[in-house]
Antibody, heavy 120, light 107 residues
Framework: QITLKESGPTLVKPTQTLTLTCTFS??????????VGWIRQPPGQALEWLAL???????RYSPSLKSRLTITQDTSKTQVVLTMTNMDPVDTATYFC????????????WGQGTLVTVSS | DIQMTQSPSTLSASVRDRVTITCRAS??????LAWYQQKPGKAPKLLIY???SLEGGVPSRFSGSGSGTEFTLTISSLQPNDFATYYC?????????FGGGTKVQIK
């Protein structure tokens, strides 16, 4: 059974760096074809893809946010970490991590999401 | 980036209605399209991938069609549990992009 869960701060101040952790089970990032992505959703708005890391450690980023994002994996702990620098109130959103097969890159299993508010 | 445009943005329907949602891509994405259902406060749930393949466990009243730039999600007989927001997502090309969503509400 595949599960994912996001963790991290619920409140960050403008200009701070956000670090979110996705802890997963039921699959391994050592398995060929597997990837983990991050997607966010501002309140009342649509989904926005942020980043994805795959079993080869290839990393892909949204071009509009690439300069602010870093995605890494820790295979021994079955975790994927996303950092986003220089946070702004417009980055207030629910952040989801999700499982995909990289050959296709749709997301078949999702975490519950974590709401991050950016405010001073 | 490939832009995904959904229509309508809101749809009012009754139980047992046939519902169709459209998703248009700004360039051809072959059949590399997924549909998700999202309820308030919950994560999206995968319904359909590769434009028309039903994810395991999803009721057969959901179906998808299309290729190239125009796609549809059809609910053949709307059930109370289907009132939700639906999103399309293209995975032909990075960056991955989602449509703006279609909210299906009770008429």
């Amino acid at each position: 059974q595949i599960t994912l869960k996001e963790s991290g701060p619920t409140l960050v101040k403008p200009t701070q760096t956000l670090t979110l952790t996705c802890t997963f089970s039921g699959f391994s990032l050592r398995t060929s074809g597997v990837g983990v992505g991050w997607i966010r959703q501002p309140p009342g708005q649509a989904l926005e893809w942020l980043a994805l890391i795959d079993w080869t450690d290839t990393k892909r980023y949204s071009p509009s946010l690439k300069s602010r994002l870093t995605i890494t994996q820790d295979t021994s702990k079955t975790q994927v970490v996303l950092t986003m620098t220089n946070m702004d109130p417009v980055d207030t959103a629910t952040y989801f991590c999700a499982h995909s097969f990289v050959a296709t890159s749709f997301f078949d299993f999702w975490g519950q999401g974590t709401l991050v508010t950016v405010s001073s | 980036d490939i832009q995904m445009t959904q229509s309508p943005s809101t749809l009012s329907a009754s139980v047992r209605d046939r519902v169709t949602i459209t998703c248009r891509a700004s360039q051809s994405i072959s059949s590399w399209l997924a549909w998700y259902q999202q309820k308030p406060g919950k994560a999206p749930k995968l319904l359909i991938y590769e434009a028309s393949s039903l994810e395991g466990g999803v009721p057969s009243r959901f179906s998808g069609s299309g290729s190239g730039t125009e796609f549809t999600l059809t609910i053949s007989s709307l059930q109370p549990n289907d009132f939700a927001t639906y999103y399309c997502q293209q995975y032909d090309t990075y960056p991955l992009t989602f449509g703006g969503g279609t909210k299906v509400q009770i008429k």
